[in-house]
């Protein structure tokens, strides 16, 4: 594999139902971010990670949670879906979340519906 | 807030030059980038900015003056491939990227 990869690409899920989204990337990247992309709104971050072991809440995190126990992986998990949770994920990854260039790289996304 | 403001839609002729203008209000600056999104598809990266100026790769141009919180991304000699969404985002103090919703530009022939 090359760059991000995500799954499923797209889900239909029943409210109430747990879901983790899957990413990894091959780059070795240290840090790694995930977003949710509604219309009419810009791409909001969810959870991110500086680097493996450790995470950080983003603009909007409640519902969700992540863990990276590696460089690579990086799931993002909706415990009990909820309709508002239906949007577009990407998951993204830098060398570093510091200054720099350091410009992020997206995965293809994941389309998410909650029934 | 933090606040990042482009044009929703635009619309331009093939072979023509087009201004995308961004303007942002955000805690702190740590640099200005601009993807480019195609329908169904993920952001890709254009441009990075950090200092004042207007930095050239290729057919796009990106400007920016931190003074007056703006920013815009040219495009020179316009190809019905550029008919895609603009993403402005600003990198606030935590490093974190605070994102515009986007332009989408269309491109006609």
């Known amino acids: 594999i090359a760059g991000i990869t995500q799954a499923p690409t797209s889900q239909i899920l029943a409210a109430g139902r747990r879901m983790t989204l899957r990413c990894t990337q091959d780059?070795?990247?240290?840090?790694m971010y995930w977003y949710r992309q509604d219309l009419g709104l810009g791409l909001r971050l969810i959870h991110y990670s500086n680097t493996a072991g450790t995470t950080g809440k983003g603009e909007v995190p409640d519902g969700y949670s992540v863990s990276r126990a590696n460089t690579d992986d990086f799931p993002l998990t909706l415990a009990s879906a909820v309709p508002s949770q239906t949007s577009v994920y990407f998951c993204?990854?830098?060398?570093?979340?510091?200054?720099?260039?350091?410009?992020?790289?997206f995965g293809p996304g994941t389309r998410l519906t909650v029934l | 807030g933090q606040n990042i403001d482009q044009p929703t839609e635009m619309t331009a002729t093939e072979g023509a030059i087009v201004q995308i203008n961004c303007t942002y209000q955000t805690s702190g600056f740590n640099g200005l980038f601009w993807y480019q999104q195609h329908a169904g598809e993920a952001p890709t990266f254009l441009s990075y900015?950090?200092l004042d100026g207007l930095e050239e790769k290729g057919r796009f141009s990106s400007f920016l003056s931190r003074s007056k919180g703006y920013s815009y991304l040219l495009l020179k000699e316009l190809q019905m491939k550029d008919s895609a969404s603009y993403l402005c985002?600003?990198?606030?103090?935590?490093?974190?990227?605070?994102w515009g919703a986007g332009t989408k530009l269309i491109i006609k022939p």
């Open positions: 993204a990854s830098s060398d570093s979340i510091a200054g720099g260039h350091n410009e992020q790289f």
């Open positions: 780059m070795r990247h240290n840090a």
């Open positions: 985002a600003v990198r606030d103090s935590n490093y974190q990227l605070i």
């Open positions: 900015n950090v």
